[in-house]
Nanobody, 120 residues
């Protein structure tokens, strides 16, 4: 299973970026996908996640600014980030929780990470 992320970059404060993460490989069903981030010297933290049914969960720090969405047919998750702040600067990681078959265990995979830098 591979998670391929794209969309990171550098933007000025107040700007927008859209991250994408496509999951491929031996995936029978995805339970949820999400985005985490890790800033230098800090622990990795949840940014947003979305379940197969469309239920979303956001970190308080991004509510109202970030929107997570999902294309189930493409096993792809998106993170639209608006009104970006310098404190949003971090490496953003895609996360996918899935099962590989009808009777298999759950797996939790991570993408390689994409850098988001917000300049003031």
């Amino acid at each position: 299973v591979q998670l391929v992320e794209s969309g990171g970059g550098t933007v000025q404060a107040g700007g927008s970026l859209r991250l994408s993460c496509a999951a491929s490989g031996s995936i029978f069903s995805i339970n949820y996908m999400g985005w985490y981030r890790q800033a230098p010297g800090k622990q990795r933290e949840l940014v947003a996640l979305i379940t197969s049914g469309g239920t979303t969960n956001y970190a308080d720090s991004v509510k109202g600014r970030f929107t997570i969405s999902r294309d189930n047919a493409k096993n792809t998750v998106y993170l639209q980030m608006n009104s970006l702040k310098p404190e949003d600067t971090a490496v953003y990681y895609c996360n996918c929780n899935f099962i590989a078959g009808p009777y298999s265990s759950r797996y939790n995979y991570w993408g390689q990470g994409t850098q988001v830098t917000v300049s003031s």
